[in-house]
């Protein structure tokens, strides 16, 4: 196998989440010397990385605009005076943004741990972003 259809293979085989130590052994199997293997797995995890990190802050963009606009609308949800008859119809507004914060909180976890620790991610990249 020549060496760019060995390294398309190994960027694929990281991407998808194999761990460094089996790409190594398979790019070592195929003729690739040890040395060579080792600097080609660090650039492809530092590139995985990289992919995880651009949807961490995606992610955490995402979950902080949620969280403002739930936070907005339960502030003016609840400011609505009671004489006009929509405090139980706003009840129901206020639990919807209720649930859009708790999304927006949870995405936003979940991009900032891909922001700092992108390497605790196994699954596939594909996987990670639904």
């Known amino acids: 196998m ?3 259809k060995l390294i398309i293979e190994a960027r ?3 991407t998808w989440g194999e761990d460094a130590e089996s790409v190594r052994e398979f790019l070592i199997s195929n003729g ?6 080792d600097e080609r797995i660090k650039a492809l995890n530092l590139e ?4 995880i990190r651009k949807m ?3 992610d955490t ?11 907005i609308a339960i502030h003016f949800l609840l400011a609505i005076p009671q004489n006009y008859g929509w405090r139980m119809s706003a009840g129901r507004g206020v639990a919807i943004m209720v649930l859009v914060g708790f999304y927006g909180l949870w995405k936003l976890v979940n ?3 891909y922001l700092v620790r992108p390497q605790s991610e ?3 990249i594909t996987d990670v972003e639904e």
């Not at 995985?48 to 992919?51: G, K, L, M, S």
């Not at 963009?61 to 936070?71: D, K, R």
């Open 2 to 4: 020549d060496d760019e």
């Open 12 to 14: 694929a085989k990281i």
């Open 32 to 37: 690739m010397p040890g040395p060579e293997a």
């Open 48 to 51: 995985r990385n990289r992919e």
């Open 56 to 58: 961490g802050i995606k």
């Open 61 to 71: 963009l995402i979950g902080a605009v949620l969280i403002a606009i739930s936070g």
């Open 111 to 113: 991009g900032i741990v």
């Open 122 to 124: 196994h699954q596939s």
